[in-house]
């Protein structure tokens, strides 16, 4: 198990940037896959990206080119950069940690994003 714990959300206008991290309680580095979710008012969680533990990365076409998702193994952090924000981009952004191999999963808390226009 680990423990998520997701900083960086706040207020921003539109065409802003924001960078989210979430720093993970142990060592990610060959176990997690790691993602980045969110939850707008009304609406399901989505998927907006996806770093494995080889670096290979995956964003929905909502977000792509827009941001991007980076890991650190030496800091147990993973990031989520956000540029060109848009109203639509307002939502709670999640963290989950995937066990590799395993149907096992951690999420943090969340960080509220709010982009106005």
């Known amino acids: 198990q680990v423990q998520l714990v997701e900083s960086g959300g706040g207020l921003v206008q539109a065409g802003g940037s924001l960078r989210l991290s979430c720093a993970a309680s142990?060592?990610?580095?060959?176990?997690?896959?790691m993602e980045w979710y969110r939850q707008a008012p009304g609406k399901q969680r989505e998927l907006a990206a996806v770093?494995?533990?080889?670096?290979?990365?995956n964003y929905a076409n909502s977000v792509k080119g827009r941001f991007t998702i980076s890991r650190d193994n030496a800091k147990n952090t993973v990031y989520l950069q956000m540029n060109s924000l848009k109203p639509e981009d307002t939502a709670v952004y999640y963290c989950?940690?995937?066990?590799?191999?395993?149907?096992?999963?951690?999420w943090g808390q969340g960080t509220q994003v709010t982009v106005s226009s």
């Open positions: 142990r060592s990610i580095s060959s176990i997690y896959d």
């Open positions: 989950r940690a995937r066990r590799i191999g395993s149907l096992a999963d951690d």
């Open positions: 770093i494995t533990t080889g670096f290979s990365t």
